[in-house]
Nanobody, 112 residues
Framework: AQLVESGGGLVQPGGSLRLSCVAS????????MRWYRQAPGKEREWVAA????????YYANSVKGRFTISRDNAKNTMYLQMSSLKPEDTAVYSC??????WGQGTQVTVSS
């Protein structure tokens, strides 16, 4: 079983990116899913979470109002829509399933 993130890249401040997290080998519908990020020299930080049906979502204060977490259980995929990006959003973003799986991460760099 594994999680694979994609969609990272280099974007200018104020820009947008959409990250995807695709699961294989297990069904995400049974899992609370979360996004985390880790910037160079800093500890890993929780970013957002979504309940099994997608009914409820939760965000860190630092991204609230700018990021949107969503999921498509039929596609076994979770997403993170990031808007109004700031340089301090630069980090490796990883997805997590609460049954114990982590992705390898995707780099997001916000810079002019």
């Amino acid at each position: 079983a594994q999680l694979v993130e994609s969609g990272g890249g280099l974007v200018q401040p104020g820009g947008s990116l959409r990250l995807s997290c695709v699961a294989s080998g297990f069904t995400i519908s049974s899992s609370i899913m979360r996004w985390y990020r880790q910037a160079p020299g800093k500890e890993r930080e929780w970013v957002a979470a979504i309940t099994r049906t997608g009914e409820n979502t939760y965000y860190a204060n630092s991204v609230k109002g700018r990021f949107t977490i969503s999921r498509d259980n039929a596609k076994n995929t979770m997403y993170l829509q990031m808007s109004s990006l700031k340089p301090e959003d630069t980090a490796v973003y990883s997805c997590n399933a609460d049954v114990g799986y982590w992705g390898q991460g995707t780099q997001v760099t916000v810079s002019s």
